[in-house]
């Protein structure tokens, strides 16, 4: 039986499966669950998906859903936390706990105006200069899965060997 993961990720409408295989394979070293909310801009057979992801895949908790609606359905109740460059607070003064849902827009497009503005309470950005126009999506989910971790403690942590 899998336990509950201490957070989600979601990933809607992600378009390269790089950045898709490397943040699963960050999912997988804190337990989380990644969402994929299609469309895709790949195939989930995609030969760059499985090698960003390694071995590190048949480890992962993964799901896939049609919409937001239906990701929606799947996670109400739960509080989502929505990454943006013009999000109303900055990563690190949010107060992640267990069960959060962090989400994360595409690599072209970002999030849709629209969600952001139905949520513009829980819309959070990752500080960067005015010369960068954004972070990778592989990194600023790391980012955020690690702030959020930090708060809640990593429960399947082993020692250095």
């Known amino acids: 039986m899998q336990q509950s993961p201490p957070i989600d990720v979601v990933l809607h409408q992600p378009e390269i499966p790089q950045n898709t295989g490397t943040i699963g394979r960050s999912c997988v070293a804190v337990g989380a669950k990644l969402w994929l909310v299609r469309p895709l801009g790949f195939r ?28 929606s359905a799947r996670l109400a109740g739960r509080r989502i936390w929505l990454f943006s460059k013009s999000g109303n607070r900055v990563h690190t003064t949010v107060p992640y706990a267990a069960g959060d849902v962090l989400v994360f827009g595409s690599e072209t497009q970002g999030l849709p105006a629209s969600l952001l503005k139905a949520h513009r309470e829980s819309s959070v950005r990752i500080p960067i200069t005015p010369e960068a126009r954004s972070l990778n999506l592989a990194c600023a989910a790391s980012v955020a899965v690690y702030e959020a971790m930090r708060h809640i403690g990593f429960a399947g942590e082993t020692a250095p060997q």
């Open 44 to 71: 989930l057979d995609d030969h760059y998906l499985r090698r960003a992801g390694l071995d590190y895949w048949q480890h992962l908790q993964w799901e896939v859903v049609d919409d937001w609606s239906a990701l």
